[in-house]
């Protein structure tokens, strides 16, 4: 297997984007792109990343604008774009798409988004689903609308104040509700993400983690989620794409598995005809870091695989 980065310029028209391939020693049986989650790095999927080159698949990622190495000074860290954010973010990750594809063409090519990603993979099908082979949606969930338009509002209110680059303790805070306290041990609200301890241990060591999101990331991210949960965006789906939802059963984003059953139940409603999903019991939300991932793993080799 053989690692490569690389870079490429951002439709910000500012910013170098930063990503790596994992390239199998054999031929390339497929290509799955990662879209990681909010305040993380691609570098973070290295072990999944590795155990799937292993078996054939290319596997590629960038860093999303605002994180890892694609920023431009830290006061970046965690700020998309002035404007046009979410469909910016969207044409990074297709130009990934297009650079991969050159690169290995002719053969299945597959996305994956966790979290944050999930949500940005979601709207990504909407505009540029057609011609991928499947999607696997990690660790999404469902929000409600008036608590996403109050969101906005006072990230809107706060930056009249601040400025769009401020963090605000008080939006995280709202958008890390009681869901996500309920876990005993650390008190600085990580124990949501994983029951595995070295993985909470890493993501706090790691400076490209757990950093304040600006007021200008909640309200893309708030935008992209009302997007992807209007009945008319949604239905732009390909409804020929296969679809695997998988997620932790005691993961807050998804609401402990009834969110995630929600958007599962809304796009077999749209018309996908290929959709597949999974709980994983007593998985919290980064199921690729849990203490049960070779499980995690294979199930997503074997949906690959067969598809």
Known sequence: MKKERFEYPSKDGKTVIHGIRWIPEGPVRGILQIIHGMVEHIGRYEEFACFLAKKGYLVTGHDQLGHGDSVRTEADRGYFASRRGAEILVEDIHTLRQITEKICPGVKYFMLGHSMGSFLLRRYLTVYGQGLSGAVIMGTGAQPEGALKAGRALCRLLAGIFHWHHRSRLITALAFGKNYRRFAGLKDGTTWLSKNPENIKAYKESPKCG???????????????QYIQKEENLRKTPKNIPLFFVSGKDDPVGNFGKGVRQVYRRYKEAGVSDIKGKLY????????????????YQDILDWLDSH
């Open 211 to 225: 950093f304040l999101f600006t007021l200008n990331g909640y309200d893309v991210l708030f935008e992209i989620i």
């Open 281 to 296: 019991p007593n998985d919290r939300h980064e199921i690729l870091n849990e203490l049960d991932r070779s499980q995690v």
